[in-house]
């Protein structure tokens, strides 16, 4: 990392800790040294004092994996595998609780998202009604090891469920992944509000995530190229977070449970590019819903 960037590391602390300062008091200590390339992490969840954590341009090797992994939108295959997943989490929201969003919060955020991705009202009304009379389904989480040793959670609806565990193990080992007990460990469920942010500065986001009560917040971009803010919460905090963030002047285009990981890996292009086609194999599988890893990309 060159000198700007620690200026800019140490410019981000020293905002932090005064913020903090000024809204709760009290403030922790410095932690160790950041490494390069990794994100900034001020305290773990666990501290008394709210944490926050950017992921900015300074690690962007986390954007990149970013587009790798997301559905690309303007092409009409993609579209359709996306609305059809989209259809798939409705099914299991409305399972969980009932189909009626202003009874069932989970339901309300993903038909936000799918409106936000511009699926047709007709599909979604659809989607709604078909979950009520839909064959019975379990719903599974399965873990597994990637390509240098990443992790990955892979939720799945399914009929039959020896069926879909072969072909996840199927699919896992053909591309360099193996089935790993022990995987959801290093993930922790999480709310999650995503926002444009074009034009936010690395202080705002965080006097943004300070002033929503958000735990954290990341920088990311989507398929095409734009710049996203990530803010993470706890489960309980995410409607609290998003109307203080709509307040603010925010736009918001999803909201939403996910699992986020408690710490990222590294990987070389070699094993990120096997990564990528061994995630994109497992987003087609029809029974996969989401997968969710703990992967950055070298910057």
Known sequence: MGMA???????????????????????????????PGSCVQYPPWTSPVRSLQLCSALCAGHNKWSKVKHVKGPKDEA????????????????KEGGPNPDMNVNLANI?????SKNMPKASIEAAIKGAEKAKPASQHMFE????GGCLLLIEVLTDNTTRSHQDIKRLLIKNGGMLSDGARHNFNRRGVVLVPGQNISMERALELAIEAGA?????????????LLQFICDVADLKKVRLSLAELGMQI???????????????????????????????????????????????
Do not use: Y
């Open 215 to 227: 735990e954290d917040v990341q920088e990311t971009e989507d398929e095409d190229e734009q710049p």
């Open 79 to 94: 579209r359709g595998r996306m609305f059809m997943k989209f259809g798939m989490m409705i099914r299991i929201a409305v």
């Open 5 to 35: 960037g620690a200026a800019v590391l140490r410019a981000l602390r020293s905002l932090h800790i005064r913020t903090l300062a000024a809204t709760s008091g009290r403030c922790s200590a410095p932690g160790k040294s950041v490494p």
């Open 253 to 299: 285009l999803s909201v939403g449970l996910e699992f986020v990981p408690r710490t990222l890996l590294s990987l070389d292009q070699n094993q990120l590019d096997t990564a990528s086609t061994l995630i994109e194999a497992l987003n087609d599988c029809p029974d996969v819903v989401r997968v969710w890893d703990n992967i950055q990309a070298e910057g």
């Open 111 to 115: 038909l936000e998202q799918c409106r």
């Open 144 to 147: 597994a090891r990637g390509p």
